[in-house]
């Protein structure tokens, strides 16, 4: 049986506010890790009575680890420890530029340090193992670099539509990063990019990633009300960036590295990431498992309850499967 109850989608933002939210509280610590120069990263951390374990989320681009209140909501029922973090250039961090809309990036490489940091000073100080991560989109390409480089971080992962190749417009990889290194040449790194706009308070369900109007309007309403959370458009900079990793993942060593247990899962229409790019890249990987969530869209988390039950079960069935291997290799090891 599951061990959590799915928040219904009728009086969604009411079920929020005064009973999801409301329950984390009590468990809830805030803080910064400092980073480059001073940079503040920020995270937040609920702790689990009794814990079975610990898990890392990581968003993806424009978004916070706030947007996935909800996630940490399961997971905590699920008897784990939670630690979200906002990376850089988002939500409550530290940023390169004022204008909150746009999502700037030095080098892609910050993300995944930053992250390692915050599992280091806060998952793995303040809960126990086994230590697990969830990446979404952008929080998944990290997410997959941090796994390359310090293989031994985490015992399993989850990777949510992860930006392995990121949809660029019909327009092949190498060009999109031509034109992305002209630009920040010619001194626009800090510009947005030309086909991306500015936050509008106006924001449209039906061009969204999400297929819960209710769970879109909850978070649209956080960010008409917290300019920190109003990401919306990529810098050139974050662009040239991207193209890089992207161009890493999908290479021939793009999984090196990656030993640890992982499922992939892929949206049934997803418009912001290549899920062929996914497969094949998770084809690459001993052991990965790939699944398909019907009536979703990129954002796979935000969507509605039919589509969310098969999405959650299958997450709590790994996470299950992992922490009983964990608890048996520790059982051998005594």
């Given at each position: 049986m599951p061990r959590f109850k799915l928040i219904s989608e009728k009086n969604y933002m009411n079920q929020m506010n005064t009973r999801v939210i409301p329950?984390?509280?009590?468990y809830h610590t805030g803080g910064t890790v400092e980073r480059i120069g001073g940079q503040?990263?920020?995270?937040?951390?609920?702790?689990?009575?009794n814990a079975r374990g610990s898990i890392m989320i990581s968003h993806g681009?424009?978004?916070?680890?706030?947007?996935?209140?909800?996630?940490?909501?399961?997971?905590?029922?699920?008897g784990l420890n939670v630690c979200t973090v906002d990376h850089r250039g988002h939500g409550r961090s530290w940023r390169g530029v004022d204008e909150v809309s746009l999502t700037d990036a030095d080098d892609f490489y910050d993300y995944v340090?930053?992250?390692?940091?915050v599992t280091l000073d806060v998952l793995q100080k303040k809960g126990d193992g086994p230590y697990l991560i969830y990446g979404h989109s952008m929080g998944g390409a990290i997410e997959a670099v941090l796994l390359k480089r310090f293989p031994d971080l985490y015992s399993a992962a989850i990777f949510?539509?992860?930006?392995?190749?990121?949809?660029?417009?019909?327009?092949?990889?190498a060009l999109t990063g031509l034109i992305a290194k002209?630009?920040?040449?010619?001194?626009?790194?800090?510009?947005?990019?030309?086909?991306?706009?500015?936050y509008d308070p106006e924001e449209s369900f039906e061009e969204s990633p999400a297929t819960s109007k209710a769970r879109f309007e909850w978070y649209s309403d956080m960010r008409r009300r917290n300019p920190f959370y109003r990401n919306n458009a990529a810098t050139y900079k974050w662009l040239r960036e991207t193209v890089k990793v992207c161009t890493e993942l999908t290479g021939k060593y793009g999984t090196r590295g990656i030993r640890i247990p992982t499922v992939f899962y892929i949206a049934q229409q997803d418009t912001f990431v290549d899920s062929g790019a996914i497969r094949t890249f998770a084809s690459k990987i001993p052991h990965a498992r790939i699944v398909q969530i019907p009536a979703s869209k990129h954002e796979i988390y935000r969507s509605g309850n039919d589509a969310l039950e098969v999405y959650l079960n299958s997450i709590e069935a790994f996470i299950d499967e992992n922490i009983d291997a964990s608890e048996s290799e520790t059982q051998r090891s005594d």
């Open positions: 329950s984390l509280k009590p503040p990263v920020r995270w937040d951390y609920y702790r689990c009575p681009f424009t978004e916070s680890g706030y947007k996935f209140i909800e996630m940490v909501y399961y997971f905590h029922k699920m340090l930053d992250l390692r940091q949510n539509a992860p930006m392995i190749r990121a949809q660029t417009g019909g327009l092949p990889l002209i630009a920040v040449r010619l001194g626009w790194g800090q510009k947005p990019v030309f086909v991306h706009r500015l």
